[in-house]
């Protein structure tokens, strides 16, 4: 079975720096590019960005480029979001997304 | 925001089909394939569909979708209360670099 678990979501003041993290297990992780998505309050799902199977390419949604960073450990099975320089505006569930499956997400506050 | 537009909301009977339009541009739906998206909300998004009219393993041909030109449409026959949720296409923009998602449709089981 594909899973894909999300985790390092919580409350931050703005300007503040956040990690999340997503493993997954159930699919060729190697052969997958993985996505960010978020979804704010009341609000559609938006693309983050994405990095390609080697890690060696990284795309992002201009409103948090040269914020936020995606890495990712093959090794490992993992994929990281580094979120700096927060905003109010950040406030989301933060969904970890491969094809064969998404995650539940993790909720992301930012607020003073 | 958002470069696809979808209608608000679709509602049927139990039984019926409803369709849903995701207009776009050409250089995204006109250039790149599209996906369309299940999602209830609190529950871990769902793909329904791929390159445009591809089904991955698990879905049920109820499900179907199309592209033509800059517009793609999803079409779900057979409506169970199950399949209320919100829908949403997406795809790569060439021109602005970057993947959308459709404004969102919120499918109503009457």
């Known amino acids: 079975d594909v899973q894909v678990v999300e985790s390092g979501g919580g409350l931050v003041q703005p300007g503040g720096s956040l990690r999340l993290s997503c493993t997954a297990s159930g699919f060729t992780f190697t052969s997958s590019y993985m996505t960010w998505v978020r979804q704010a309050p009341g609000k559609g799902l938006q693309w983050v960005g994405s990095?390609?199977?080697?890690?060696?390419?990284?795309f992002y949604v201009a409103s948090v480029k040269g914020r936020f960073t995606i890495s990712r450990d093959n090794a490992q099975n993992s994929v990281y979001l580094q979120m700096d320089r927060l905003r109010v505006e950040d406030t989301a569930v933060y969904y970890c997304?491969?094809?064969?499956?998404w995650g539940q997400g993790t909720l992301v506050t930012v607020s003073s | 925001q958002s470069v696809l537009t979808q209608p608000p909301s679709v509602s049927a009977a139990p039984g019926q089909k409803v369709t849903i339009s995701c207009s776009g541009s050409?250089?995204?739906?006109?250039?790149?394939?599209v996906a369309w998206y299940q999602h209830l909300p609190g529950t871990a998004p769902q793909r329904l569909i791929y390159?445009?009219?591809k089904r991955p393993s698990g879905i049920p041909a109820r499900f179907s979708a199309s592209r033509s030109g800059t517009s793609a449409t999803l079409g779900i026959t057979g409506l169970q209360t199950g399949d209320e949720a919100d829908y949403y296409c997406?795809?790569?923009?060439?021109?602005?670099?970057?993947?959308?998602f459709g404004t969102g449709t919120q499918v109503t089981v009457l």
């Open positions: 050409s250089s995204n739906i006109g250039k790149n394939d």
């Open positions: 990095v390609n199977e080697q890690g060696s390419e990284k």
């Open positions: 997406g795809t790569w923009d060439s021109r602005l670099n970057a993947y959308f």
């Open positions: 997304a491969s094809d064969p499956g």
């Open positions: 390159d445009n009219n």
